[in-house]
């Protein structure tokens, strides 16, 4: 995935998952500090975008119902992230 377009397409895909799980929207909206009804004009913003994947990353369980739910490749999200707005995170070595 080299294409800013298709990550934020697919943090998309993710945010409409993440309000497909009940249990998560609590938690989500917690991380994100975003209220329900600004999800419209959010979801136009790369940033914020960005900070789906985060929440997303923090669990293998996350990452992994999200991209079977897909059909998606586990690296996938990942890769998204990294063309987003503070994208790929600080390499340690």
């Known amino acids: 995935m ?3 377009t298709a990550a934020e397409t697919l943090a998309l895909q993710a945010l409409g998952w993440v309000f497909g ?13 975003a209220a329900p009804q600004d999800m419209a004009r ?3 913003d790369a ?6 994947l985060d ?21 996938r999200p990942m890769r998204a992230r990294a063309l987003l707005p ?6 340690w070595t």
């Open 21 to 33: 799980q009940e249990e998560l929207v609590p938690q989500f909206l917690a991380a994100t500090g």
């Open 42 to 44: 959010l979801a136009g």
């Open 2 to 4: 080299d294409d800013r």
């Open 86 to 91: 503070g994208g790929p995170g600080p390499h």
């Open 55 to 75: 929440f997303l990353l923090t669990e293998d369980a996350l990452v992994i119902g999200f991209c079977d739910a897909q059909g998606l490749a586990y690296d």
């Open 47 to 52: 940033q914020f975008l960005g900070a789906v």
